[in-house]
């Protein structure tokens, strides 16, 4: 059988190299793309351009060897920082993403694509499980940038065939459970993270709001587990390659933790939290889950990492023996 290849936008990333792991350990031929270069990753990557994706390196390596699939995780990602600074969201990652997916599309042999989108697309609705029918109401340039990038690809299927799976992450968290030689760079700005951190450095936590309608009155997100994650964008290749139709799909455990929920359970399993209680802040919903069932019935996808106990044991792992090589 003639060996399969995947080319991973944003690589060295977080979610990247999980994926870039995950497609090594299955046997494919990793081709790695990021503008950073990061040693600790590269070792799941058996060709690596270090470049922006649009780059000329990137696009001639493409024209000689165009890979099997293309997983486009590269891309600007913090939800505050594209309010001031929206200018960076819709060049790199719609114009930019434009490019690359137009390119793609009109190559003899184009790949299949997933694409990392976002929760971000739907904003803040009230309901307790979000699905993929949910309307879109993106808060955020962030937000409204998966947005347009999902709406793209829609059209360039229609137009060119270009065949693809969108998958909408709700919060990514955890860290390598094989080895933990990979995890999330710090400063990373959900809960498990914040806190996690905030015990390492022996630094006092800030509790944003304890006033949200809810049980316990902290807000409730959904916490998928990085290796989750991979494993979907490796079903989603294969789903694709046999025939699948273009969707998109929920990636989120389906579970809804509180703060107070995950601060309990790091008490348990890493040790106790020096903590004061803050305001909410601003824009912050009560509660953002996910349903999954689409993901599940479609891909087989079935979470196996994303519980409270495995997501904080290996984030806990990772932030106390990071590599050199990772962002500061
Ligand atoms: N982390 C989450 O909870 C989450 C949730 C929803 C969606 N996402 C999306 O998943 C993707 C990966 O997120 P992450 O958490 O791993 O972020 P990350 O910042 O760790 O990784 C993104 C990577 O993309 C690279 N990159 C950015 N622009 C590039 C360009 N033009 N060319 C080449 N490389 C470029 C960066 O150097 C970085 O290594 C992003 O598109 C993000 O928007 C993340």
């Known amino acids: ?12 990333g977080y979610i990247g190299s999980h994926i870039c792991k995950h497609f090594k350990t299955a046997g494919w031929t990793v081709i790695g793309v990021d503008r950073v270069r990061r040693e600790h ?13 649009c780059a000329e390196s990137v696009v001639s390596y493409l024209d000689a060897n165009m890979p099997t699939a293309v997983v486009h995780c590269a891309g600007t ?10 200018g960076e969201y819709y060049t790199n990652n719609v114009a930019n993403s434009a490019f690359f997916f137009d390119f793609l599309s ?49 059209d360039m299927g ?6 693809h799976v969108s998958l909408r992450y709700f919060n990514a968290c955890g860290a390598d459970v094989m080895d933990a030689k990979l995890g999330q760079a710090p400063g990373a700005t959900h809960i498990i993270a914040r806190v996690l951190e905030s015990i390492r450095d022996e630094k006092q936590f800030t509790l944003f709001g304890t006033d949200y309608d809810t049980v316990d009155g902290t807000c409730i997100r959904d ?35 509180s703060n107070a929920d995950v ?13 004061v209680q803050g305001p909410r802040r601003p824009g912050d919903p009560d509660r953002l889950v996910a349903s999954n069932s689409l993901a599940k019935e479609v891909l087989g996808w079935k979470p196996a990492y994303s519980d409270l106990e495995t997501i904080i044991k290996s984030a806990w ?3 106390n023996n990071p590599p050199e090589s990772i962002d500061s």
């Not at 998928?224 to 294969?238: C, K, N, P, T």
């Open 263 to 275: 601060m309990v359970a790091v008490g348990q399993y890493v040790g106790p939290i020096d903590y």
């Open 223 to 257: 916490y998928v587990h990085v290796d989750d994650l991979a494993i979907a964008h490796l079903q989603s290749v294969e789903y694709l390659l046999n025939g699948g139709a273009s969707r998109a799909l929920n990636l989120g455990s389906g579970t809804g933790y």
């Open 106 to 154: 009109k190559h003899a042999q184009a790949p299949v694509v997933v694409f990392s989108s976002s929760a971000a697309v739907y904003g803040a609705p009230k309901v307790d499980l979000i699905t993929e029918n949910t309307p879109w109401n993106p808060l955020s340039p962030y937000g409204q940038s998966k947005a347009m990038i999902e709406l793209m690809l829609v």
């Open 77 to 86: 990602s913090l939800v505050g920082p594209s309010m001031t600074d929206p």
């Open 317 to 319: 792992k990772w932030y």
């Open 41 to 53: 990753t590269l070792d799941y990557i058996d060709t690596f351009i270090e470049a922006g994706f």
């Open 158 to 163: 229609r137009a060119y065939g270009l065949r």
């Open 1 to 12: 059988m003639k060996n399969k290849s995947v080319l991973v936008t944003g690589a060295t």
